[in-house]
């Protein structure tokens, strides 16, 4: 009889890989999550920032607060993905 497939050997060969990749690349995955979430944070304050300039050409008026602009669906959130909230005071936009 001559079957072919993989032997048990093999099996565990290729899943002693798999798991020394996932091994290497998991811990490096975490280490990026703050980088990204403090980029995403910077570019949603830019597109907050973008948003006044939009509210102010439509109403002749910069809006009072973050939340204007969420009521007014030029923002649809005011939190950055951080868990930062977004203010708006003294014409500038940022997280706290």
Same mark, same amino acid.
């Given at each position: ?28 995955? !975490? ?21 006044? $300039? ?24 005011? !939190?950055?993905?951080?868990? $930062?909230?977004? !203010? ?5 936009? !940022?997280?706290?």
């Amino acid at each position: 009889m001559n079957q072919k497939g993989f032997t048990l050997i093999e099996m565990l060969i290729v899943l002693l890989i798999i798991s020394v990749l996932l091994i290497i690349t998991i811990p490096n995955l !975490t280490k990026n999550t703050d980088s990204v979430r403090s980029k995403g944070c910077e570019a949603l304050i830019m597109t907050a920032e973008a948003q006044v $300039e939009a509210y102010y050409i439509e109403n002749d008026e910069y809006p009072e607060s973050i939340s204007t602009l969420v009521d007014g669906e030029y923002l649809k959130q005011s !939190t950055c993905p951080s868990g $930062e909230v977004l !203010t708006y005071s003294n014409g500038q936009v !940022t997280a706290e």
